[in-house]
């Protein structure tokens, strides 16, 4: 194998020089079992792991992560797993979203203080692919990111299910009394039946799909579902590939730029993804200095028309899509707006990668001509009730709702929308805006998924399955509904969003782009004047930190201090 030298690798500070550390440093890798003929003068690949006994989603990667070391060794590597912050969208509260800055300074940290010269990323489930790509990108090593992958179609009684989308629905009929306790538990153990991320296309599918559509995983590897024996050799693959980008000295700052990111965004929203790709993006952008926008999204939408005909949008699994020729098939769809001249960890240029890659469903992955919908899955809102802009997954909405005015309904908080909301001395009407305040960055904290608010229980019973929704807050990629989300700055700190009173009346036109809260200027400084931010959440811990680094949804939601440049030195660099 060509490339750089044994002298050369960035562990070699640590294995390899004269003096008392690296002899230390030897003799505790004998500690660990090892020969120096199995390790010294071999790149050192850290697995990253997300794994835990918490996280259905990551469950398999305990195992998995053999396939990558096996591969590892293979290519003449030395692999040493670090297990890692797992972020289960499912059972973290109040929501992963807090935490995902905290492992990607993990995964920063870990990488930049132990002699790594390159880095298998395991993840998935939503913030995990972000917040491991966003610590890479920052410590910027040679890294590949492994998918967990998605689980397996979901089934009850004669339907397939998809997890997440179906969870919402079957909850509505729930609600309005047309399944009973039988049904449920069936439901129980027919919606998510295998290890895996959700198999539609949720958070953790866009985000995943963005990885490889960046160029950060091996070819096709985003849609292998997890427990797929093609799981297992992709992993392996990655395993091998590492090494040599290791030797080839080929960081992720040469495959993250802006062309890549530019790529990643028109995948997004070709495939209809999830609206957190919007902050996610962003913020990996972010740190790759790169400065991607709320515009750049709306800019690209009108560019690309959805064309993947998966759930919550369209009809198919991530299964379905995997069959079909997965991501590399895909983007032979979009060839015209990829910049196929980028290099990426499987090939040394985009357009090699997608060279042979075919579509074998032209229901699943549509072709130009019979879209989805005619524009990208995202619309990015102004107006003076979002001066820094929110967003809409407008193809996840009732049409007639696209351009609608009428009288809010105003939620301080979730908690009283969750006790309030089927109180029918409210009068809500389906011509109501449901609006609901502090569930930003800050506010939430963290932006739970609270933005797709429950419609009250009798205008469910009266067939109502869509109003228009607004709120600072995030929505799951596999909800659907007119909901307006990420409106900045968030109600917290004063934002527009905070001074919305009951009966007020709001204008979206989403053809338009604008989202209007129609009270005149004068009323509105009135009621500015005479609000008062609320209590900070945490006056102690990482919530403090947090509170106090959190920047607005527009620009990703990173830490402050994470997402400014500045001197942050290797250990041996001095
Ligand atoms: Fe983990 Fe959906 S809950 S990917
Ligand atoms: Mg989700």
Known sequence: MTGRSPEQLRSHQWYGTEGLRSFSHRARTRQLGYLPEEHLGKPVIAVLNTWSDINPCHVH??????????????????????PVSTLSETFQKPTPMLYRNLLAMETE???????????????????????????????????????????????????????GTDMWKYWDDRRAGLIGDAELAELENGLARSPGTCMTMGTASTLTAAAEALGVTVPGASSVPAVDSGHERMAAASGRRIVDLVRQDLKLSRILTREAYEDAVATVLALGGSTNAVI???????????????????????????????????????????????????????????????????????????????????????????????????????????????????????????????????????????????DPALGITADHVLVLQGAGPRGGPGMPEYGMLPLPGHLLRQGVRDMVRISDARMSGTSYGTCVLHIAPESHIGGPLALVR?????????????????????????????????????????????????????????????????????????
């Open 109 to 163: 940290e870990l990488l930049r203080s132990y002699p790594v010269d390159g880095a298998v990323l395991m993840g998935g489930c939503d913030k995990s692919t972000p917040a491991l790509l966003m610590g890479a990108a920052s410590a910027d090593l040679p890294a590949v990111f492994v998918p967990a992958g998605p689980m397996l179609p979901g089934h009850w009684r004669n339907e397939v299910l998809g997890s």
């Open 280 to 422: 996610h993006l962003i913020a990996m952008a972010g740190r790759s200095g790169v400065a991607l926008t709320l515009d750049d999204f709306d800019r690209i939408a009108r560019t690309v028309p959805v064309l993947a005909n998966v759930r919550p949008g369209g009809r198919y699994l991530m299964e379905d899509f995997h069959f079909a020729g997965g991501l590399p098939a895909f983007l032979t769809r979009l060839t015209d707006v990829l910049h196929l001249d980028r290099p990426t960890v499987g090939h040394s240029t985009l357009r090699e990668q997608l060279a042979g890659a075919l579509v074998h469903n032209p229901d699943v992955i549509r072709p130009r001509d019979n879209p989805l919908a005619g524009e990208g899955g995202v619309a990015v809102l102004r107006g003076n009730l979002c001066p820094d802009g929110a967003v809409i997954k407008h193809i996840a909405a009732d049409p007639r709702l696209l351009k609608h005015t009428g009288p809010a309904v105003v939620f301080p908080d979730y908690r009283t929308m969750q006790r309030t909301i089927d």
């Open 61 to 82: 990667l305990r195992d998995r992560a053999q396939a990558v070391k096996r591969g590892v060794w293979q290519a003449g590597g030395f692999p040493l797993e670090f």
């Open 502 to 574: 009951s009966g007020d009346p709001i204008t979206l036109d989403v053809a338009a782009r604008t989202l209007r809260l129609e009270v005149p200027d004068a009323e509105l400084a009135e009621r500015r004047a005479a609000w008062t931010p609320p209590p900070e959440r945490y006056e102690r811990g990482y919530g403090a930190l947090y509170g106090e680094q959190i920047t607005q949804a527009d620009t990703g939601c990173d830490f402050a201090f994470l997402a400014r440049p500045g001197r942050n030195p290797d250990p041996y660099a001095g």
